[in-house]
C-alpha cells in the first residue's frame, strides 16, 4: 500500500507575466507532519507558477505516493481531472486555439503523475481553506525574496 500525502500547491506572477511565486504545503496524515516548500522565477506567468508548485510537490515525494492534490488553479486542475492533457497529447500538443502554452512543465508534471497516484481537487482561492492560504502566503514571500 503507497503511502498517502494531501498537497495544497498556488502560484502566481505579478504582473502576469512578471514576478513569479509557487508555493506547495505536503501534509501526510500516517505521520503527522507537515513540509512547506517555495520558490520563485523572475519572468514567468501565473499558470507557469501553478504548475511549477506541483511539479515540485510531486517531485518532493521520497517514494510512490497516492496523492490528494488541491489547487486553486481551474486551468491546471482541469488539464488533468478533466483530462484535457490527454487531447492534447493525441494532437500533438495542440489545442483548439492552437499551440498549448506551457508544455514544457506540462510534460514534465504528466510524467510525475505516472509515479504517483493523483487526484485531482479544485478549492476556491483567498477563502477560508488555511492550507490554500498558507500557500498564498509563502507565493507572496517567495516573489519578495527575489532580486
Known sequence: MSPH?????DGGASPNPGKGGWAAVLYSPEHNAKREIYGGELATTNNR???????????????????????????????FAKKWIYKWKKNN?????????????????????????VIWHHVKGHADNELNNRCDELVHKARGELS
Open 93 to 117: 500538443w495542440k489545442s483548439s486555439s492552437g499551440d498549448v502554452l506551457n508544455r514544457d512543465l506540462l510534460e514534465k508534471l504528466y510524467s510525475l503523475t505516472k509515479i504517483h497516484n
Open 49 to 79: 507558477m501553478e504548475i511549477t508548485a506541483a511539479i515540485k510537490a510531486l517531485e518532493a515525494l521520497k517514494t510512490s505516493c497516492d496523492v490528494d492534490l488541491y489547487t486553486d488553479s481551474a486551468y491546471l486542475c482541469n488539464t
Open 5 to 9: 500525502v494531501i498537497i495544497y500547491t
